[in-house]
């Protein structure tokens, strides 16, 4: 064969370095994207932020505003570009001056920005953190012992686990100290004993048994302590079945003091080193804020959320004015203004896809969960002429904050389940209905998987009983033995 050239005009989907960045932007949590354009700001120096005491030049869009808001067309004109120069936050309107939304409580506080109080709360949120072995450690330094004591109470310290339990037991500590110190069991129970005396109380025991045993001693003088002790040391398996016909049978109790006995063991901690555990922090930031304003649920982005980005003046004057000579500066000015319209665009995106949610779930803010409809992504992506990735990518990591919480955007979407009438009833709205019916029920007499099905089934929502189950633990509610009480 011989080589020949051939012309061949054909199609082909190409994503432009812009397309790219808007849906990298598109699918970031709003705390990634923060931590995005710190980089951006760092690379391009015709990027920059916006001071808060300057005015905001995007004020014109007004939440609240009726209507779906369009994402700006994208447009390679200067004049469009210039106009994108100083994208900023669309200012939120002043509803309640004082309204604030609380993140912490889900809910809106009164109060402002510049409260009275705001130093002594940073304060409290930036306490030092005290780890459970630094507490015993603590406490060790104010006894007398005699130095050989203190290290084998140091030894039995550093094993234990996060709990507070020593897993380890004792016999294996012994080969830990060297062989010429000559350290046998006595002289560890003894430095155990010790750390048993230590707060938390229950910190040092080998089980769960022992650990309520010990915080019981603590109390003895309370008139419940003698049988609670007594079912903690022989009967705690009985007790953890909620089987309490045979428990007084085999301790002779009446139902009252069983059911004071019971009070007390719940209220001790079986876990007395969780306390001291560092908990990580997971800090969430709404991208959008709904309120119910003139009878009207209204959704707008979160001014704390949106980034107020600008191209830096100074730079863009000079590349104005020369003309040559500037490639490289010029490329970062057009990425900052790719980046700015970006920014613009996605949350643009984010409060038409959030207005649409509001707009069909107007009776879960009005009544709760409920009253939450059957909504699939496609449902959304049809009425905004987006493609159902592009929703995926927005409901994904984020948040709305409403009067009845914080929600991501996902949980106002679900499965639905069909009713007797026709209709369809939404699984969130079934989760719900069971969590009610078993915060109403009898404890003496709890309603069974069964049970729970056919009270739904009157209420014309056939749902099977295994799928009942599976509701019911996935919102961690015990199985009807240990959901029985006295």
């Not at 229950?202 to 079912?231: F, H, T």
């Amino acid at each position: 064969m011989k080589p020949a050239l051939q012309l061949k005009l054909s199609q082909h989907l190409a994503l432009t370095p812009q397309l790219q960045q808007a849906i990298k932007l598109l699918q970031l949590s709003t705390i990634e994207m923060q931590q995005e354009l710190d980089r951006y700001l760092l690379e391009n120096p015709l990027l920059e932020r916006v001071d808060g005491d300057e005015p905001e030049p995007y004020a014109d869009r007004k939440a609240g505003q009726e209507g779906d808001v369009d994402a700006p067309a994208a447009s390679g004109s200067d004049e469009a570009a210039d106009r994108q120069d100083d994208a900023d936050v669309p200012e939120a309107p002043d509803f309640d001056n004082d309204d604030r939304w609380d993140s912490d409580a889900g809910t809106f506080t009164g109060g402002g920005r510049d409260g009275e109080d705001e130093d002594g709360e940073a304060q409290d949120l930036h306490a030092a953190h005290c780890s459970l072995h630094e507490h015993l450690y603590r406490q060790l330094g104010l006894t007398q012992l005699a130095e050989r004591d203190r290290t084998l109470v140091r030894l039995l310290i550093d094993a234990l686990d996060d709990n507070g339990y020593l897993a380890t037991p004792l016999p294996e500590l012994l080969e830990v100290p060297p062989p010429e110190q000559e350290v046998d069991l006595e002289e560890l129970e003894i430095a155990l004993k010790y750390i048993q005396s230590f707060d938390p109380l229950g910190v040092g025991a080998r089980s769960p048994r022992e650990c309520l045993s010990l915080q019981l001693q603590a109390l003895k003088d309370d008139p419940r302590c003698a049988l609670a002790q007594k079912i903690v040391e022989s009967h705690l398996e009985l007790l953890a079945a909620r089987d309490f016909n045979k428990l007084m049978r085999l301790t002779g109790c009446s139902e009252d003091s069983l059911k004071a006995a019971q009070a007390l063991i719940t209220s001790l901690d079986p876990h007395p080193g969780a306390r001291f555990a560092a908990l990580e922090a997971r800090y969430v930031i709404p991208d959008v804020i709904v309120k119910k304003l003139r009878g009207k649920w209204t959704a707008y982005i979160n001014p704390d959320a949106f980034p107020r980005l600008r191209v830096n003046r100074l730079y863009a004057e000079i590349l104005a004015r020369q003309r040559r000579g500037n490639g490289n500066l010029g490329g970062q000015l057009q990425e900052a203004r790719w980046l700015i319209k970006n920014v613009q665009q996605r949350f643009d995106t984010i409060l038409r896809v959030s207005e649409a949610i509001v707009e069909r779930q107007r009776q879960f803010f009005e009544h709760g969960e409920v009253a939450m409809r059957p909504l699939v992504l496609r449902e959304i992506a049809e009425v905004l002429g987006l493609h159902e990735s592009t929703i995926s990518r927005v409901t994904s990591q984020k948040y709305m904050a409403t009067p009845r919480g914080l929600f991501e955007l996902k949980y106002f979407f679900g499965s639905h389940v069909a009713t007797d009438t026709g209709g369809a009833c939404s699984a969130t709205a079934i989760r719900a209905l069971i969590k009610q019916l078993i915060a109403a029920e009898d404890g003496k007499k709890p309603l069974s998987d069964s049970q729970i099905s056919e009270i739904l089934g009157q209420q014309g929502i056939v749902v099977a009983r295994r799928t009942v189950a599976k509701y019911r633990e996935g919102q961690g509610i015990a199985p009807v033995n240990l959901r029985k009480s006295l």
